[in-house]
């Protein structure tokens, strides 16, 4: 069954992140990351209802890294939950950012001069084996306890997208947001039914995703989807564990919910919203997602 009736989708437009205090996330994101601000706006009342499905007062910060953009959301009469200390990658709740970087070494010097934020990744940054792409990765955590991952492609083999932009700085822009996933084929299923596509897959169970996700021995098919193959686009992991996490409901202001904005495809019909230009859904292991159509 489709994810959204007759909707397919163009591009993910945006990633929304929950936040605390989404002035202080978003200096870090600048002054740690080379993200610049580029809207800050003030929501309510019904505008609020319709977007998020919560009343009470909403600040919003829109944040870009080249092309791309990541809104912070703070529910300032409704904060929700802070985010889990104990949530490992494996866990289906999980749900990073990869930003692409130019030089890791720059990268994470930039990065180490800014407090507040906790490695997830042992040893520093870990070149992944050819069969899993090569890149060199490290994963981390933002002072909130949003997941987000630095990658750095091998000369050899860098996305055209990406060769173009070197030479802008260190941090380039966000490549992905990988979700974890229970089930590939019923994740893939969900996601072609609101016009993904399989774009790449590969098993990693190489020591170094271990030392990379800070587990131990983990087995993980990775899955990327998209629409038009250009950045950002979705990863599914699906680790072969014992022990991971049964899904738990996230609420729309928890700080753990991170939520994947869709642009749809210009013949899209409206869903039957009541004329709303936001259709808001949930995917099979909770993750959130929304399809935006222009505000009238």
């Known amino acids: 069954m489709p994810a959204a009736p007759g909707v397919h989708v163009a591009r993910l437009q945006h990633v929304r992140l929950c936040s605390a205090d989404a002035k202080l996330l978003s200096r870090f994101y600048e002054s740690a990351l080379g993200f610049r601000q580029v809207a800050v706006e003030h929501l309510s009342g019904a505008r609020a209802q319709e977007r998020f499905g919560m009343a009470g007062r909403v600040l919003r910060i829109t944040l870009a890294l080249g092309a791309q953009r990541v809104k912070l959301v703070q529910f300032v009469d409704r904060p929700g939950c802070a985010y889990p200390a104990d949530l490992r990658s494996s866990d289906v709740r999980f749900q990073h950012i990869a930003i692409v970087v130019s ?64 030479g802008q700085g260190a941090f380039l822009g966000i490549d992905h947001s990988a ?45 990327a989807l998209s629409a038009d193959h250009v950045p950002p686009h979705l990863e599914l992991l699906c680790y072969r564990e014992s022990g991971r996490a049964a899904p738990t409901e996230l609420r729309v202001n928890d700080i753990a919910t991170t939520c994947l904005i869709f642009e749809p495809m210009p013949r899209s019909a409206r869903p039957p919203t009541g004329g709303r230009s936001l259709c808001n859904l949930v995917d099979p292991d909770g993750h959130h997602l929304a399809i935006s159509w222009p505000e009238s």
Do not use: C
């Open 103 to 166: 030089d890791m070494t720059a990268a994470m010097a930039q990065l180490s001069q800014v407090s507040g934020w906790s490695p997830i990744t042992r040893y520093g940054p870990q070149q992944l084996p050819i069969s899993s792409g090569g890149v060199t990765a490290f994963k981390f955590r933002d002072p909130e306890g949003h997941p987000l991952e630095l990658l750095a492609f091998p000369d050899h083999a860098t996305p055209a997208y990406w060769s173009h932009m070197h």
């Open 179 to 223: 979700i974890s996933v229970a089930d590939s084929a019923r994740s893939i299923a969900f996601y072609e039914g609101l016009g993904l596509s399989v774009s790449g897959h590969s098993l990693n169970d190489d020591a170094t995703q271990g030392l990379l996700d800070d587990l131990a021995h983990p087995v993980v098919e990775v899955t």
